[in-house]
């Protein structure tokens, strides 16, 4: 059975830093890229960062590029998010989700469609 749990989430003041957690289980993760994503009310999901697993590439959107780290622990099966320097913009929940592939050549984050596993969500919020 796939799962993905996330956590690490909370209420955290402007410039502050919180690390969030995906922990995986059922598959393989060496396979599987990781992907963060991010909802905030009223507004689209959108893509936040991704790490894929042959090339170890990483991905940022722009609004979180030089303020937030992915990374991954295969033997821990386990992905992180560094957030530093957060913005209320950033408030949101969190989701990480799995796709099943282990290349990815495109400019632009891996669209939400190319992930078939995701997890429940964690809360960032993040206010003065």
């Known amino acids: 059975q796939v799962q993905l749990v996330e956590s690490g989430g909370g209420f955290v003041q402007p410039g502050g830093s919180l690390r969030l957690s995906c922990a995986t289980s059922?598959?393989?993760?060496?396979?599987?890229?990781i992907g963060w994503f991010r909802q905030a009310p009223g507004k689209e999901r959108e893509g936040v960062s991704c790490?894929?697993?042959?090339?170890?590439?990483?991905q940022y959107a722009d609004s979180v590029k030089g303020r937030f780290t992915i990374s991954r622990d295969n033997a821990k099966n386990t992905v992180y998010l560094q957030m530093d320097s957060l913005k209320p913009e950033d408030t949101a929940v969190y989701y990480c989700?799995?796709?099943?592939?282990?290349?990815?050549?495109?400019?632009?984050?891996?669209?939400?469609?190319?992930?078939?596993?995701w997890g429940q969500g964690t809360q960032v919020t993040v206010s003065s």
């Open positions: 989700a799995a796709g099943g592939f282990t290349w990815y050549s495109g400019f632009s984050l891996p669209p939400a469609s190319m992930y078939q596993y």
């Open positions: 790490i894929v697993s042959n090339h170890e590439r990483t």
């Open positions: 059922g598959f393989t993760l060496d396979y599987y890229a």
